[in-house]
Nanobody
Framework: VQLAESGGGLVQTGGSLRLSCVASGTAFNTRSMAWFRQAAGKEREYVAS??????????ADSVKGRFTISRDNTKNTVTVFLQMNHLEPEDTAVYSCAAARPFSRGRNIGLYDYWGQGTQVTVSS
């Protein structure tokens, strides 16, 4: 199983970035997908998640109204997007995508068994 993120970079406060995560190597039709982030010296925190069908979406309060998660499912892969608008310096972190165990969803990091390497997002003030 492989999860590969892209789209990170350096942006000024108020700017936007769109992250992508391509996941392959197992069936994803029962797995919700999520984004987490980890700032330097801090614990990994939940950002957003989306069910297989896209019918259930959840956001952390800190990003609600600014970030949008979506997914594009194909037969053997899934691409998960995170559109980030109105970025703030507090959003600076390594962003990782993750696949939940089958038939599970939520904010608990323990629910996720496959992870990408992450992509750095830096927001300058």
């Amino acid at each position: 199983v492989q999860l590969a993120e892209s789209g990170g970079g350096l942006v000024q406060t108020g700017g936007s970035l769109r992250l992508s995560c391509v996941a392959s190597g197992t069936a994803f039709n029962t797995r919700s997908m999520a984004w987490f982030r980890q700032a330097a010296g801090k614990e990994r925190e939940y950002v957003a998640s989306i069910a297989w069908s896209g019918g259930w979406i959840d956001y952390a309060d800190s990003v609600k109204g600014r970030f949008t998660i979506s997914r594009d499912n194909t037969k053997n892969t899934v691409t998960v997007f995170l559109q980030m608008n109105h970025l703030e310096p507090e959003d600076t972190a390594v962003y990782s995508c993750a696949a939940a165990r089958p038939f599970s969803r939520g904010r608990n990091i323990g629910l996720y068994d496959y992870w990408g390497q992450g992509t750095q997002v830096t927001v300058s003030s």
